[in-house]
Structure formats: C-alpha cells, structure tokens
C-alpha cells in the first residue's frame, strides 16, 4: 500500500510533464550525449558520426567568442562526447521505441521526440522516490505529497523536464541511494546496499563531478 501513493504521483507528474513539454533536445551538451544514445543503435559505437554536432560559439563578454568542445578527438582520430555515458545509456529504450514508431509513421523524428521524454519521465520518478522516503521515515501522506510535488513543481527539476541534460538522472540515482540506505537501516538485508551502490555507480558514470 505504501507504493501506491508514490507511484500514482509519479505516474501524474510524467503525465503533466509530457503534456507541457516542447518535445526538443537543445544545447550542445543535450546534443552530444543524444548522438552517442543514436550511434549506440544506429552504428553499433561510442563514437559521433561527422557533422553531429556543428561548431557552436558562446559570446562571454563582449568582443570575445569562445568555442565550446563538446567532444574530444580519440586516439582513434574519431569524435566522442565529452559527457558521461548514463544519460545516453538511459535512453536507449525510448530512442528503440521512437525507432520503432518510426517504421510505423514514418517520421524521421520519432527517436528524437521519444528521447526527449526521458528528463520528464525521470523527474516524475524522483518526485515519487521522495514520497517514499518521506512514508519509510514515519510521515504521513500529506507530507509527503507536499515534498514531491514542491520539488517537481517548485525548483529547476521542472526546467530541467524541458532539456536532455543529466542532472535528472543523478538527482534520481542520489534519491535512490538515500531511500536504499534507509531501508538498509531498517532491514538489514544487503540487497538494499547493492542498490544504493548501484545506483550511486549510474551517478558517476553519468557526471564524474
């Protein structure tokens, strides 16, 4: 019973989130790790394809441009994302779906636009962790439903629904290991640190820092 509640928040926010998305992947960095998630099945490989991603230029200060390196050149001599492989791992099951939707309807852009659910669906999933937490330490329900929805709602967790950045998968995989710890605390049973250490795992391979 006390899944339920989380679950039926989660399920609402992905639901809200998705409505009120833009359906787009924007910024270089969003960029780069969605051509690694599109070499992984497209090409079988880690490596971008030439031309992926366009030189772009940001203006610091006035009179000065600056490139932004988004990849780096392998001993290969081929281009690779500079970014953690999570978030472009993570998305491998929507970008298979959007493929799919593809051969059915033919629009070259179903991968993207599947892809680009992927912060969305990861929010909601965080926002329900939290209820969890908030049931798991002896709170009652109310509470807890004000903390997911202030987070989902009322911080940069909802702005960040709108990129294919990967803060939302490392908040999740912190959120994670947190609600792992606790039921490891209560129960005693090992299988709760295997969780929290992988999930702190996905958190490293997706942003070292």
């Avoid at 179903?110 to 912060?119: D, E, G, I, K, S």
């Avoid at 009322?154 to 947190?178: G, I, K, Q, R």
């Amino acid at each position: 019973m006390k899944n339920r509640p989380a679950l039926q928040m989660a399920v609402l926010l992905a639901v809200v989130f998705v409505v009120l998305g833009n359906g787009r992947i924007s910024g270089g960095d969003g960029e780069a790790m969605y051509q690694v998630t599109r070499a992984m099945v497209e090409q079988g490989r880690l490596s971008l394809p030439p031309g992926a991603l366009p030189p772009v230029e940001i203006v610091l200060v006035e009179s000065i441009d600056t490139a932004i390196p988004y990849t780096v050149t392998g001993r290969d001599g081929l281009a690779y994302s500079k970014y953690g492989l999570g978030q472009s791992l993570a998305a491998l099951p929507l970008y298979l779906l959007g493929t799919a939707w593809r051969g059915i309807s033919g629009s070259v852009h179903a991968p993207r636009a599947a892809v680009a659910l992927l912060n969305a669906l990861l929010v909601a999933t965080t926002a329900g962790m939290l209820l969890k937490i908030v049931f798991q330490i002896g709170y009652p329900r109310p509470a807890g439903q004000v903390i997911a929805l202030a987070y989902a709602l009322c911080t940069p967790a909802w702005v960040y629904t709108h990129t294919f950045f990967s803060e939302p998968l490392v908040t999740l995989c912190l959120v994670t290991a947190v609600f792992s710890m606790i039921r490891f605390a209560q129960s005693d049973q090992s299988r709760w640190l295997a969780l929290a250490g992988g999930a702190l795992g996905v958190a490293l391979l997706t942003r070292v820092d």
